[in-house]
């Protein structure tokens, strides 16, 4: 599994264990569409943009600031260990490696 996807997964599942009267939201009257909470709810909680959250997710945001990831932290309701993990891969370089099928280039084919 590739960084970007287990990042994605790491903050699918911890949303999805939350629901929004743990995180004190009042209800909406919206009909939940998933388990736990949407990620607009996680992006109010941690003070960031919706856009930013799912970037976030999608392993497309880059490096997030101390005070993002510890927003994150909390609105998440993530222990030690999992903060840790969190910070973990969102710094750590994408592990997918793409397979290209490069022309030779001038000198290569010189040789031959």
């Known amino acids: ?29 919206r ?3 998933v388990p736990g909470l949407r990620r607009d709810e996680i ?3 941690a ?6 959250y799912t970037r976030l997710e999608q392993g497309r945001a ?3 600031s101390p005070e993002v990831l510890s927003a994150l932290s909390r609105a998440l309701r993530l222990d030690a260990s999992e903060t840790e993990h969190l910070q973990d ?16 280039s001038a000198s ?3 040789c031959t």
Not at 95 to 104: D, E, F, H, N, S
């Open 47 to 52: 003070g960031v943009s919706i856009e930013y």
């Open 1 to 29: 599994m590739d960084s970007r996807s287990e990042l994605a997964d790491f903050l699918r599942t911890r949303r999805n264990r939350l629901t929004p009267d743990q995180a004190g939201l009042p209800k909406d009257g």
């Open 62 to 64: 880059g490096n997030p």
């Open 89 to 104: 891969l969102l710094t750590r370089p994408n592990t997918a490696t793409r397979r290209t099928t490069a022309a030779p």
């Open 31 to 33: 009909t939940p569409r």
């Open 108 to 110: 290569a084919r010189a």
């Open 43 to 45: 992006a109010r909680l």
